[in-house]
């Protein structure tokens, strides 16, 4: 079966991220390919690393990792960590 990675920088993006997970993880049986999601919260003040959080104890089949920095990086470091991390 095949892999799909899907990376997702994120700065505060809590209004926009539990929508987007869950149109991502509806659209995907699994029967064609299998989706691991990377997401890199880039110093976030907001409740972005809480929502994934429990998105992950409440959606324990979906395949997320999940990266916090406690400072910020910037979107070409968060892009070169998705890629350093996606394996699909």
């Known amino acids: 079966m095949q892999t799909v990675s899907i990376g997702i920088p994120?700065?505060?993006?809590?209004?926009?991220?539990r929508l987007l997970?869950?149109?991502i993880?509806?659209?995907?049986?699994e029967t064609t390919?299998?989706?691991?999601?990377?997401?890199?919260s880039d110093d976030s003040t907001d409740e972005?690393?809480?929502?994934v959080?429990?998105?992950?104890?409440t959606n324990h089949e979906c395949k997320i990792r999940f990266f916090h920095h406690d400072?910020?990086?910037g979107a070409?470091?968060?892009?070169?960590?998705?890629m350093s991390n996606a394996n699909g």
């Open 53 to 57: 959080q429990q998105y992950l104890k």
């Open 48 to 51: 972005t690393p809480d929502i």
């Open 71 to 73: 400072n910020r990086r």
């Open 10 to 17: 994120s700065y505060n993006e809590a209004n926009n991220l």
């Open 25 to 29: 993880f509806s659209d995907n049986d």
């Open 21 to 23: 997970l869950d149109r």
């Open 76 to 82: 070409a470091n968060a892009w070169n960590e998705i």
């Open 33 to 40: 390919f299998r989706t691991i999601e990377i997401i890199i």
